[in-house]
């Protein structure tokens, strides 16, 4: 798969590219900001992470804890959403002192956002910890509730199966899991659940592969910042190329929508 080429003569038609948690490479990951800000580059899809405190709200962070954005020790899943609201996730470490009093948003603060953009849909990825913490139905019920207003275009994803069948048996509109390995009984598992979606990590992805899985699902393919491995991985099989680099990746031609 990493030696397929893909001749510059070839007209490919282009990915659709989703913003992984909004613009994170220029943007505090997960926040209002980061997903305004990956909106007004053009993207047509988002894709976020959700975590729940301690009183039950669901909240957009990828950890479990705020060390790497707010470099505070603490975990979002043993305080409550007042607790959250007093720390600024300004990810200084990354991205400097650029941003000030940036907050980590409810998920129903974000669907709020989203509601003034239509056209736009979301990869809603409920986390592995919240899940051990409190529960499957617990928290895939809160996330659901936090969507309906915007539910025919949502997408509940996770790593965990569980929360998954959970999902579709609670009305998601439609879920995508993401896959952990690349093997035979992954394989299994994914044709037993019929996703709409698989995400992949591409890296995890042998040599050797001659496609991707067939199925039902359609592929989404992430962390790629390479116009050019964008569309390796398009004529591959995947159907959706997820980046942090949304900004970049639409401004080279080849990957506008419509072309």
Sequence with gaps: MKS?????NVNI???????????ALRYPENTEESLQAAIGAGA??????????????????????FWRTARVDRSVLDMTIEQVKEIWVNETARLGPEFFEVYVPTLREAVELLMASPRVKAFVEIKRESLRKFGATPVVEGVLEAVQPMVSRSVIISFDLDALRTARELGAHGIGWVLGDWSPETRAAAEQLGPEYLFCDYRMIPDDAEGLWAGEWEWALYEIVDPDLALTLTAFGARFIETMAIGEMLTDLRLAPGT
């Design 44 to 65: 047509g899809y988002l894709e976020f992470d959700i975590q729940l405190t301690a009183d039950g709200v669901p909240v957009l962070m990828h950890d479990a804890d």
């Design 4 to 8: 397929l080429h893909v001749p510059s």
């Design 13 to 23: 038609k282009p990915p659709a590219l989703i913003a992984h948690r909004g613009y």
